[in-house]
């Protein structure tokens, strides 16, 4: 089993396995669909082992469909997906889960339940499934406790906390999990600036230091530029650009994808301004009294 | 801000515990001490026996009781020193009687608390997928037919009845399938659907049942009054094994807790574990209403109680459950005879909807749905 997680040994001897040891996730020309309408058109992507990658896109573009079909939750309907070097849908649920994490924009929860019981959910791959939780479960979560900053919280039922800190939470969970492949779906959607620096920075250590393979999506095109060496751009389900933020985020790019004057991404200054003329040109004209029948 | 590789911290002053945890400060010493709560638990069962076994229209010394009990249960070479009459009462009538209510509290708790966690819903009990409106139409129709047949001490309205919750289930599950990963909203309203449907049905064979509508009505109340020894070992096999096969699979529980996408990172094929979860509880259910009609509240008070003191995971609260489940049970048909016969299912819902109120409130932040 830990030979699954790690061991990239061996599997070049697999038939079946993939000419390259050193990727984490390779994406092989995958179109995806909901009932009739495609999320995803044949996109390629390779991440390789210890990448830090993040995907940006508006809205629609298909960055959560690709997070769903990396965590091998949906089955493309063309095309193939590698997770360190075995075909996904050839690994059961557990066999994933001790490969890859995956931090959810929100989750609910039906019944109180403390903090740290659910980061311990974390441990769920790994647990002797009738023993429960051994010592190492235990320092698994208390390490990520630790790690993600959990600490004032323990003891609080996590349906008390507010949304970032429950966000929290589910990141703790993941790297509870201690998966090399960590997966995150708009981690500081809910988080203070300051959290959201500090989580950044927390999967950049968590990168740098532990080896982890991150991959995130993003809407905060600065903070993406800011801590990801590489970009990944999707639009309209078709991955458009790969590569550093300045290759990636050009001007007629962030104006063709996102409708957006660049200028505004970068200096967000105008908009916020009080004064009235400001107001955003796109906005739509009012309606035209109706003529009196 | 805080540097790389610094943990991120969160408000420090955040740190007081209001809400369930803080209020139940006594219980909150039990959490952590899952080993003494199943102590507990088991003595509580222990107790409930004996009472159950030793009170009613003829009182039993206590120790004639654990004499008895002692001896012809467990072999134990213990002196008769009692009445044989005594013997005959608590091995013929009371002993099975007993260990019914057990077994039906057993079966009833699990199931709601595998209902609670599958459906994600703390209202959710082990009749919410048509069960028992599927029971309680078996058993009507069974009191209309003018058959007799008994096998095994088991009538046509304990077959009809084991049949139509089976039934009732596998229509809901049929009609309200979603997709693998979805929550199973629909699965609930389509139970809801299906069951006031069968109601419909309900209320007209009571409407034509004449003279026989005692019988559904008693059943519809539940009730141990007709429990014997061949009727219980009948049904103990399906509610135990049923029950100890959700036993076993406590970890998709714990899993789906925050969700089923959750529970799918989290290494639990959730499409799989639910169908056999749903299979499991929905056996161990009908088997429990075949035996005992409708007894309410059981299923769903008691994993909320059991929550309460050891939180969510759920390889301590399906246990505890089963444990408490049983032991509430028997004391409460305890009650049901020593009032006179009162149907236990009224007692069980005198007791327990005020205790699921004073619950509801206790626990401020509420229970999201």
Same mark, same amino acid.
């Given at each position: *089993?830990?030979? =699954?997680?790690?061991?990239? =040994?061996?599997?070049?001897?697999?038939?079946?396995?993939?000419?390259? +040891?050193?990727e984490a996730i390779g994406v092989e020309r995958v179109t995806m669909a909901y009932?009739?309408r495609d999320v995803l058109r044949d996109v390629s992507l390779r991440v390789r082992?210890g990448e830090r990658l993040v995907v940006v896109g508006p809205n629609g573009a298909g960055k959560s469909s690709l997070l769903r079909l990396l965590a091998?939750?949906v089955?493309p309907r063309s095309g193939?997906v590698?997770?360190?070097?075995?075909?996904?849908? $050839?690994?059961?649920?557990?066999?994933?889960?001790?490969?890859?994490?995956v931090v959810?924009q929100? !989750?609910?929860?039906?019944?109180? !339940?403390? %903090?740290?019981?659910?980061?311990?959910?974390?441990?769920?791959?790994?647990?002797?499934?009738?023993?429960?939780?051994?010592?190492?479960?235990?320092?698994?979560?208390?390490?990520?406790?630790?790690?993600?900053?959990?600490?004032?919280?323990?003891?609080?039922?996590?349906?008390?906390?507010?949304?970032?800190?429950?966000?929290?939470?589910?990141?703790?969970?993941?790297?509870?999990?201690?998966?090399?492949v960590l997966l995150l779906d708009e981690p500081t959607i809910h988080l203070?600036l300051?959290?959201q620096v500090?989580v950044m920075e927390?999967l950049a250590?968590?990168n740098e230091?532990?080896?982890?393979t991150v991959v995130a999506v993003l809407h905060d095109l600065s903070l993406a530029a800011h801590f990801f060496p590489r970009l990944v751009l999707l639009a309209e389900g078709r991955l458009v650009a790969d590569g550093p933020a300045p290759a990636v985020l050009t001007d007629e790019r962030v104006r063709g994808v996102f409708g957006v004057d660049p200028v505004l991404v970068r200096f967000p200054g105008p908009r916020f301004s009080?004064?009235?003329?400001a107001a955003p040109p796109e906005r739509l004209? +009012?309606?035209?009294?109706?003529? /009196?029948? | #801000?805080?540097?790389?590789?610094?943990?991120?911290?969160?408000?420090?002053?955040?740190?007081?515990?209001?809400?369930? !945890?803080?209020?139940?400060?006594?219980?909150?010493?039990?959490?952590?001490?899952?080993?003494?709560?199943?102590?507990?638990?088991?003595?509580?069962? !222990?107790?409930?026996?004996?009472?159950?076994?030793?009170?009613?229209?003829?009182?039993?010394?206590?120790?004639?009781?654990?004499?008895?009990?002692?001896?012809?249960?467990?072999?134990?070479?213990? /002196?008769?020193?009692?009445?044989?009459?005594?013997?005959?009462?608590?091995?013929?009538?009371?002993?099975?009687?007993?260990?019914? +209510? *057990?077994?039906?509290?057993?079966?009833?708790?699990?199931?709601?608390?595998?209902?609670?966690?599958?459906?994600?819903?703390?209202?959710? &009990?082990?009749?919410?997928?048509?069960?028992?409106?599927?029971?309680?139409?078996?058993? =009507?129709?069974?009191?209309?037919?003018?058959?007799?047949?008994?096998?095994? &001490?088991?009538?046509?309205?304990?077959?009809?009845?084991?049949?139509? =919750?089976?039934?009732?289930?596998?229509?809901?599950?049929?009609?309200?399938?979603?997709?693998?990963?979805?929550?199973?909203?629909?699965?609930?309203?389509?139970?809801?659907?299906?069951?006031?449907?069968?109601?419909?049905?309900?209320? #007209?064979? #009571?409407?034509?049942?004449?003279?026989?509508?005692?019988?559904? %009505?008693?059943?519809?109340?539940?009730?141990?009054?007709?429990?014997?020894?061949?009727?219980?070992?009948?049904?103990? /096999?399906?509610?135990?094994?049923?029950?100890?096969?959700?036993?076993?699979?406590?970890?998709?529980?714990?899993?789906?807790?925050?969700?089923?996408?959750?529970?799918?990172?989290?290494?639990?094929?959730? &499409?799989?574990?639910?169908?056999?979860?749903?299979?499991?509880?929905?056996?161990?259910?009908?088997?429990?209403?075949?035996?005992?009609?409708?007894?309410?509240? %059981?299923?769903?008070?008691?994993?909320?109680?059991? $929550?309460?003191?050891?939180?969510? &995971?759920?390889?301590?609260?399906?246990?505890?459950?089963?444990?408490?489940?049983?032991?509430?049970?028997?004391?409460?048909?305890?009650?049901? $005879?020593?009032?006179?016969?009162?149907?236990?299912?009224?007692?069980?819902?005198?007791?327990?909807?005020?205790?699921?109120?004073?619950?509801?409130?206790?626990?401020?932040?509420?229970?999201?749905?």
């Amino acid at each position: *089993m830990s030979a =699954a997680v790690d061991g990239s =040994a061996g599997r070049a001897s697999d038939p079946a396995g993939l000419p390259d +040891a050193g990727e984490a996730i390779g994406v092989e020309r995958v179109t995806m669909a909901y009932r009739d309408r495609d999320v995803l058109r044949d996109v390629s992507l390779r991440v390789r082992r210890g990448e830090r990658l993040v995907v940006v896109g508006p809205n629609g573009a298909g960055k959560s469909s690709l997070l769903r079909l990396l965590a091998g939750l949906v089955v493309p309907r063309s095309g193939s997906v590698r997770l360190l070097g075995d075909p996904l849908a $050839r690994l059961d649920r557990q066999a994933v889960a001790r490969r890859l994490a995956v931090v959810p924009q929100q !989750a609910t929860l039906p019944f109180a !339940a403390r %903090v740290e019981e659910v980061v311990g959910l974390g441990r769920l791959p790994h647990e002797d499934p009738f023993r429960g939780p051994r010592p190492a479960d235990r320092a698994a979560v208390a390490a990520a406790v630790d790690r993600v900053g959990l600490g004032p919280l323990v003891g609080r039922d996590a349906r008390e906390l507010s949304l970032g800190e429950r966000q929290l939470v589910l990141l703790g969970l993941a790297v509870a999990q201690q998966a090399p492949v960590l997966l995150l779906d708009e981690p500081t959607i809910h988080l203070d600036l300051r959290h959201q620096v500090a989580v950044m920075e927390l999967l950049a250590d968590l990168n740098e230091r532990d080896g982890t393979t991150v991959v995130a999506v993003l809407h905060d095109l600065s903070l993406a530029a800011h801590f990801f060496p590489r970009l990944v751009l999707l639009a309209e389900g078709r991955l458009v650009a790969d590569g550093p933020a300045p290759a990636v985020l050009t001007d007629e790019r962030v104006r063709g994808v996102f409708g957006v004057d660049p200028v505004l991404v970068r200096f967000p200054g105008p908009r916020f301004s009080p004064d009235p003329s400001a107001a955003p040109p796109e906005r739509l004209p +009012a309606d035209p009294p109706a003529p /009196p029948s | #801000m805080a540097s790389r590789g610094q943990a991120i911290g969160v408000a420090a002053e955040a740190l007081p515990r209001p809400g369930a !945890a803080g209020r139940v400060r006594g219980l909150a010493a039990l959490r952590d001490r899952p080993r003494l709560l199943l102590g507990v638990g088991l003595a509580c069962l !222990a107790v409930s026996l004996v009472l159950g076994v030793g009170l009613g229209s003829v009182a039993i010394d206590p120790t004639d009781t654990v004499g008895i009990l002692a001896r012809r249960l467990l072999g134990l070479p213990v /002196p008769a020193t009692w009445p044989a009459t005594a013997e005959t009462i608590v091995l013929e009538l009371r002993l099975p009687r007993v260990l019914t +209510a *057990m077994l039906v509290g057993l079966g009833l708790s699990v199931a709601g608390a595998t209902f609670q966690g599958l459906l994600r819903n703390p209202l959710a &009990d082990p009749y919410v997928l048509g069960t028992a409106s599927g029971a309680a139409f078996g058993a =009507a129709i069974a009191v209309l037919l003018p058959v007799q047949v008994a096998i095994l &001490d088991f009538g046509l309205l304990h077959g009809l009845a084991f049949a139509g =919750a089976l039934l009732a289930v596998l229509v809901v599950v049929r009609l309200g399938r979603t997709s693998p990963l979805a929550p199973l909203t629909g699965l609930l309203l389509t139970g809801y659907a299906v069951g006031s449907l069968l109601a419909a049905g309900l209320a #007209m064979t #009571m409407y034509l049942s004449g003279a026989n509508l005692r019988q559904i %009505v008693s059943f519809l109340l539940g009730g141990f009054d007709a429990a014997s020894w061949p009727r219980l070992a009948s049904a103990a /096999p399906l509610v135990l094994l049923a029950s100890g096969a959700v036993l076993l699979r406590a970890r998709v529980l714990n899993g789906l807790l925050l969700g089923e996408e959750t529970a799918a990172h989290l290494g639990v094929d959730v &499409d799989r574990e639910r169908t056999i979860l749903l299979a499991l509880a929905s056996l161990a259910t009908a088997a429990a209403v075949a035996v005992s009609g409708l007894v309410g509240f %059981v299923g769903l008070v008691v994993p909320h109680l059991v $929550r309460l003191v050891v939180g969510p &995971d759920a390889r301590r609260v399906l246990p505890l459950s089963a444990i408490f489940g049983a032991s509430l049970l028997a004391l409460a048909d305890l009650l049901a $005879r020593l009032g006179g016969e009162i149907p236990v299912g009224v007692v069980t819902a005198l007791v327990g909807a005020p205790f699921f109120l004073a619950l509801l409130r206790r626990t401020r932040a509420g229970y999201e749905l």
